[in-house]
């Protein structure tokens, strides 16, 4: 069984650096064809996908957040990370991870999502 | 990028209706599609994968087709339990983009 669990900050301020972790079970990012994405959703609004990493370290980035984010992960403790610099109020969001697969980038299994406020 | 225009942007049908909604590619993704659905509170949950198969576990009422660069999800017999929001998402090419979204209602 796949799960994935994102966890966050909860609440920043403006200029701050926003950290977010997946931890996953149920499979392993070190195995061919395996990716997890990160993407959030605005309360009350549509999906916007952030970015991918995949099993060979390859990371493809939306541009339209301007060179803010880094993804990176650890294998051996099942975790994948995602950092957004300089955030602001528009960075209010939920913050979902999700399993990717190759061959169709299908996004199969997602968290339940971590709930981000950037408020002062 | 790749630009999906989903319709439409929401809908009311009755039980036992049948049900369809479409995203239109903004250039051949071939059959880079999958759709989505997500209901209040919860995150989206895969239906369709390469346009037309069906994810583990998602009834067989829920099929998608594709037509050059227009995908369709129908829904052959709408439940009581399927209402909530349905997207759909390319993964021909990064930037990965989602439709906007389609609201289905229970009439």
């Known amino acids: 069984q796949v799960t994935l669990k994102e966890s966050g900050p909860g609440i920043l301020q403006p200029s701050q650096t926003l950290s977010l972790t997946c931890t996953f079970s149920g499979f392993s990012l070190s195995t061919y064809g395996m990716g997890v994405g990160w993407i959030r959703q605005p309360s009350g609004k549509g999906l916007e996908w952030l970015a991918n990493?995949?099993?060979?370290?390859?990371?493809y980035y939306n541009p339209s957040l301007k060179n803010r984010l880094t993804i990176s992960k650890d294998t051996s403790n099942n975790q994948a990370f995602l950092k957004i610099t300089n955030v602001d109020t528009a960075d209010t969001a939920t913050y979902y991870c999700?399993?990717?697969?190759?061959?169709?980038?299908?996004?199969?299994?997602w968290g339940q999502g971590a709930s981000v406020t950037v408020s002062s | 990028d790749i630009q999906m225009t989903q319709s439409p942007a929401s809908l009311s049908a009755s039980l036992e209706e049948i049900v369809t909604i479409t995203c239109q590619a903004s250039?051949?993704?071939?059959?880079?599609l999958a759709w989505y659905q997500q209901k209040p509170g919860k995150s989206p949950q895969l239906l369709i994968y390469?346009?037309?198969s069906l994810a583990d576990g998602v009834p067989s009422r829920f099929s998608g087709s594709r037509s050059g660069t227009q995908y369709s999800l129908k829904i052959s017999r709408l439940q009581v339990e399927d209402p909530g929001i349905y997207y759909c998402?390319?993964?021909?090419?990064?930037?990965?983009?989602f439709g906007a979204g389609t609201k289905l209602e229970l009439k």
């Open positions: 998402l390319q993964g021909y090419s990064a930037p990965y983009t």
């Open positions: 250039q051949d993704i071939g059959n880079w």
């Open positions: 390469g346009a037309t």
């Open positions: 999700a399993r990717t697969l190759i061959g169709g980038n299908v996004m199969d299994a």
């Open positions: 990493i995949w099993w060979d370290d390859d990371k």
